[in-house]
């Protein structure tokens, strides 16, 4: 599949739809509209791939909705150059947002099948994290912590101490917490013990699984 002249062209209608819907930050807007995201689709649904919404993608998992995913990356109020733990690599699309806004991503993907496949399509992309990992989110990554920021792409019934514990101070957690539907949480560090919390209205995610081996 190629990127075409009418993907660039729908990339930027779908860059002004997720800006009208709030979202203010350019470098994450100009990521929206360079990525191509029907390249993260199956071939069959490239129709599907610059609507404003989620979509699934194999291993009952989906690719999440385009403005969600560029309201998670503006609450990490990431800097080039940011150390940042994603929970939840699935198609890769957010994993690319993330490595176009200059981050050094570190990414779990506790399905084996989509692990595979990402880790194999991200670098063709050009789009290279610094670690795919196949494993469990919950417990974080804390060989390479601590993270300016750590993103969870799916519904944590509740908030992973290790994640909070991964974080430098100043850090952010941005997490959907929930069951049937989620409320997109922040947490920044502020001190060894203390974080600050914020709410910011309702989503709706896949569940984030835990590794029960």
């Not at 819907?21 to 199956?42: C, Q, W, Y």
Request: net charge positive.
């Amino acid at each position: 599949m190629k990127d075409t002249f009418k993907h660039k062209g729908m990339r930027k209608q779908l860059m002004e739809v997720v800006a009208s819907k709030g979202v203010t930050d350019k470098n994450v807007l100009s990521a929206i509209e360079t990525i191509p995201r029907h390249l993260f689709m199956d071939s069959g649904f490239v129709d599907h791939a610059y609507q404003d919404k989620a979509f699934p993608i194999g291993a009952d998992q989906t690719i999440s909705q385009p403005y969600t995913v560029a309201f998670q990356t503006e609450l990490l109020h990431l800097k080039k150059g940011d150390k940042i733990l994603e929970i939840g690599t699935g198609s890769g699309y957010q994993t690319a947002v993330l490595c176009e806004l200059g981050a050094k991503v570190y990414s779990i993907e506790r399905q084996l099948e989509l692990f595979k496949k990402t880790s194999n399509f991200l670098p063709k992309l050009g789009y290279r994290a610094k670690k795919l990992i196949f494993g469990d989110g919950y417990k974080g990554l804390e060989g390479e912590a601590p993270f300016d920021g750590i993103i969870v792409t799916a519904g944590a019934p509740m908030v992973p101490k290790p994640l909070l514990n991964q974080l430098k101070i100043g850090g952010r957690l941005v997490i959907p917490v929930g069951t049937d539907s989620q409320i997109m949480t922040l947490f920044i560090r502020e001190t060894e013990k203390e974080f600050k919390k914020q709410e910011f209205g309702e989503f709706r995610f896949v569940p984030l699984l835990e590794d029960k081996n």
